[in-house]
């Protein structure tokens, strides 16, 4: 059976702009989940339109009739209780409209984050060759932000000052049709310019939020290797490289500033001159008796509530143009498709479990190295209990099998099967707990020992990780630790040498009772005392178990019931030490780098 694996698309580049609001479709979706908080909010936000356009009308009321009576200081009083009224109405809205709208905000990035994470956690480890772990996480970082900000506050903002706009415009036509008429056709010139500006600033939104994850990306690689930066004394090269991604973040949020600024700029002078215009004519008809005091009062303020609210609103385009960016690029990650996948129906696989792994005519290129072959029709198969040594130069194909073995990757050509069925018919998860492994570097997270040695069987009791310990010579030096199991091991286990975070992974590994042990040269971050204890240790974890063991050191695998030597994705030969040693092939030259005939032999004798 040949399978083919998906083809993995990388991340679009980050010079890609957006273009349309339409990412924000996205947001919408999971905004609307929460109807009723949705509900709460737009009614709070009406009601605050309404009231803030009711204010001008308040004053309108005092002048007309409040001063229109002699400066009765009893009607004065009466309609300044209605603006108070009014006034309180408008904070008691603000403050639920605030409320509603910021727990929207934080709720919808929190189930973005989540689905994202989900997602990301299904994709095979090809499409993290191709994109990097540091710009995904400035994904979920500072584009969340801005989501944020577009849920809890863009959003909010803008749909405030488009009622109050448009409620705004009504008011005015009402009180005065063919002064209004002349302010809407001043405010309409400004649409053209903006609509100019507006595509412009899109494509440097996109940009500038780009050059923000390049920071994030340098930050995080050069954090992440700061020993061998200061190691080979290149802080210097290396703050130059920040200093340059900073520098070209500067340059595009300037040019993303300047446009915005323009856009702004233009909508100030055509609206507010519009309305000094609307007030130069209101002003004449006063004069004239035509409308009152109060009218032309209110036509004022209106006037100017209005302009501020289209101005806003072009404030508000940028900032929708910035989080239809970040959406875009969240989406991408949520949209991806991972290569490797459960089959529609699943095959089962043998119970109890045999531990047979038989690779039949395996050719597999790496994504991202098309054009070399990792594996080039390879056959190897293992029988249940048996161990195997994969020992050849560097490059040729020996961790590709691991990978392989537990379905990080499909072959092009070729079928793997475990206990006689394909892996491509098997949910992944279900063949890989089969398999317990043992990476050449001790891969530890930010969590207590206790999390990271049963990060192999979550169930395991105290007892059983002791044991387990015990097993892989970890036992002494757990138990020195401040707080025994429940110590932090800080970022990447740093917290623990070397060697112990390799006995910490040998410990897990032992903790997994798979009946399948991957090796990937376990005892190399060792020193010969504690290797040896391990080696014993892993002799008697190994018994009853199909064993695949990668080897530089040979010394360590004398004793496998075969040794199998890769070369450039071949299988060039395969026997047992004794009768590889006297082939004088690859392995033996291999051997003879290493030690010497009386040397190779005390290793072998020990």
């Known amino acids: 059976m040949t ?5 993995t698309v990388p991340i679009d580049p980050p010079a890609k702009p957006a273009r349309t609001l339409g990412p924000l479709r996205m947001i919408a979706r999971e905004t609307a989940k929460y109807p009723r908080q949705m509900a709460f909010a737009l009614v709070a936000l009406t009601i605050t339109a309404a009231a803030t356009l009711a204010i001008p009308a308040g004053f309108h009321l005092i002048i007309d009739k409040g001063f229109a009576k002699g400066g009765d200081t009893a009607e004065i009083a009466r309609w300044f209780r209605y603006l108070l009224l009014i006034v309180a109405v408008l904070g008691l809205g603000t403050a639920v409209r605030f409320y509603f709208v910021s727990w929207l905000g934080e709720r919808v990035v929190a189930d973005i984050r989540y689905k994202v994470q989900s997602n990301l956690m299904r994709l095979s480890p090809a499409f993290f060759e191709e994109n990097s772990p540091s710009e995904i996480s400035s994904r979920m970082t500072s584009d969340t932000t801005l989501i944020e900000q577009v849920v809890g506050t863009t959003v909010s903002v803008a749909l405030r000052n488009l009622i109050i706009g448009l409620g705004g415009i009504a008011r005015l036509f009402i009180l005065a049709p063919k002064l209004t008429g002349g302010l809407l056709l001043g405010i309409s010139l400004v649409v053209l310019p903006l609509t100019f500006f507006g595509r412009r600033l899109r494509n440097v939104s996109r940009t500038s939020q780009d050059r923000v994850a390049d920071i994030g990306t340098v930050v995080a690689e050069v954090l992440g290797g700061m020993r061998v930066v200061q190691a080979f004394n290149q802080e210097g090269r290396e703050l130059e490289r920040f200093g340059t991604a900073v520098e070209a973040t500067f340059a595009t949020a300037r040019r993303r500033i300047f446009l915005r600024a323009i856009m702004t700029a233009t909508a100030i002078v055509a609206i507010f001159g519009a309305i000094v215009l609307l007030v130069w004519e209101g002003a004449l008809q006063v004069a004239q008796g035509s409308i ?7 036509m004022v303020v209106t006037s100017g509530i ?3 609210s289209l101005g806003a609103l072009t404030e508000v385009y940028g900032d929708l143009l910035r989080g239809a960016g970040a959406a875009g690029r969240l989406n991408e990650l949520l949209n991806e498709k991972p290569a490797i996948a459960a089959p529609a129906r699943p095959l089962a696989l043998p119970s109890p479990a045999r531990g047979k792994l038989a690779f039949e005519g395996v050719t597999f290129r790496y994504p991202t190295r098309l054009e070399v072959a990792a594996l080039a029709d390879f ?3 293992v029988e ?16 590709t099998l691991f990978q392989l073995a537990e379905r990080f990757y499909d072959p092009q050509a070729g079928t793997i099967k475990l206990d006689g069925v394909p892996l491509t018919s098997v949910d992944p998860a279900e063949v890989r707990r089969r398999m317990a492994l043992v990476p050449q570097e001790g891969q530890l997270f930010a969590a207590s020992a206790r999390d990271n040695l049963r ?3 979550w169930e395991a009791s105290d007892e ?7 097993a892989a010579n970890a036992d002494t030096f757990l138990r020195a630790l401040p707080e025994g199991l429940d110590t932090y091991l800080g970022e990447g286990g740093a917290r623990l040498s070397g060697g112990q ?3 910490v992974a040998i410990a897990r590994a032992v903790l997994r009772e798979a009946p399948i042990l991957l090796l990937d040269e376990a005892t190399s971050a060792l020193d010969a005392e504690s290797e040896r204890l391990v080696q014993d240790a892993l002799d008697k974890l190994m018994q009853g178990r199909t064993t695949l063991v990668i080897a530089h050191r040979l010394a360590t695998v004398r004793a496998a019931d075969r040794i199998v030597v890769l070369d450039h994705g071949k299988m060039v030969e395969s026997g047992t030490h004794d009768t590889l040693s006297r082939a004088g092939g690859l392995y033996a030259r291999l051997a003879a780098l290493q030690f010497d005939d009386k040397a190779f032999a005390a290793a072998g004798a020990k």
């Open 455 to 457: 990060y192999g069987n």
């Open 379 to 381: 056959s190897l198969t």
């Open 3 to 7: 399978s083919t694996p998906a083809e």
């Open 292 to 298: 009152s005091g109060g009218t032309i009062f209110e």
């Open 501 to 503: 975070r390799q006995r």
């Open 384 to 399: 249940p209990g048996e161990t195997v040594a994969i020992v050849g130069p560097s490059g040729a194909g020996k961790s």
């Open 306 to 308: 209005v302009a501020g």
């Open 464 to 470: 059983a990780i002791w044991e387990a310990a015990s």
